[in-house]
């Protein structure tokens, strides 16, 4: 993407956009661990009447929208780098955590065990948040560009929608099915959730995610226009990775 800017150093909307990035996939690695529950007055095909999805979910999908909004100021380069530091820095937090939870407690400390549960995502969630986040992020960072390269400047919304969309599907298949299914089967870690559980988990995740998806639209409109209008960036019609 052929985008110019006036400066050479960071400007402020990049530091911010991608201090969101790294801030919300830090919590959703955090908050992984709680299930949620929400009782809805229908009944969804297969999820039914109970909307059940893990805690990261909202922290998760707001990595779509700072990634989203990166790549269509920056490009699709900027943007997979974004991503796959994010990726590294994954292990980064997982790293500081299990260090603190093998690490002596003094008297005063919370409850060890307790902290242990809280923070301490079990093998099963890890390889599957990580295998998820490196697909899916990459996807929607591509289906981004190549919608764009079609549309040029226009249909931001398209963009937006379409590969978040289609980049939560996969990482919500992929998280769940590796978490509940796969990695407890073939590698004895975690328990095997029944099919009609997993399936509900899966679509009461993407319900929330593809909501988010479509109502983030207006904000993924306003900080691409506030940043290019302070930066003086350039818009091409035919961008170029």
Not at 81 to 90: A, I, Q, W
Not at 193 to 214: D, E, R
Request: with cysteine.
């Amino acid at each position: 993407m052929s985008q110019r800017q006036s400066h050479t150093g960071p400007t402020v909307a990049q530091v911010a956009l991608i201090g969101l990035f790294v801030t919300a996939l830090v919590t959703a690695q955090l908050t992984a661990s709680k299930v949620l529950a929400f009782e809805l007055p229908f009944a969804l095909p297969v999820a039914g009447a109970r909307l059940a999805l893990p805690g990261a979910a909202l922290a998760y999908a707001l990595t779509f929208l700072a990634s989203d909004c990166y790549t269509e100021l920056y490009g699709r380069r900027a943007g997979q780098v974004v991503v796959n530091v994010g990726f590294v820095l994954n292990f980064v937090v997982l790293a500081l955590v299990w260090s603190t939870i093998a690490a002596p407690a003094a008297a005063s400390s919370v409850d060890p065990g307790a902290f242990e549960t809280v923070l301490g995502a079990s093998t099963n969630v890890v390889l599957g948040s990580l295998l998820a986040y490196l697909v899916s992020q990459n996807w929607d960072v591509i289906v981004f560009h190549r919608i764009r390269e079609y549309t040029g400047a226009e249909k931001l919304w398209l963009r937006n929608i379409a590969s978040t969309a289609s980049s939560q599907a996969i990482d919500t298949v992929i998280f769940v099915s590796v978490a509940f299914a796969i990695a407890p089967a073939v590698l004895g870690v975690g328990v095997v959730l029944p099919t009609p559980v997993i399936l509900s988990l899966m679509v009461g995740q993407y319900l929330l995610k593809l909501a988010i998806a479509v109502l983030d639209t207006p904000i993924v409109y306003a900080i691409v226009s506030v940043v290019r209008s302070r930066e003086g960036l350039v818009t091409d019609d035919a961008p170029t990775a």
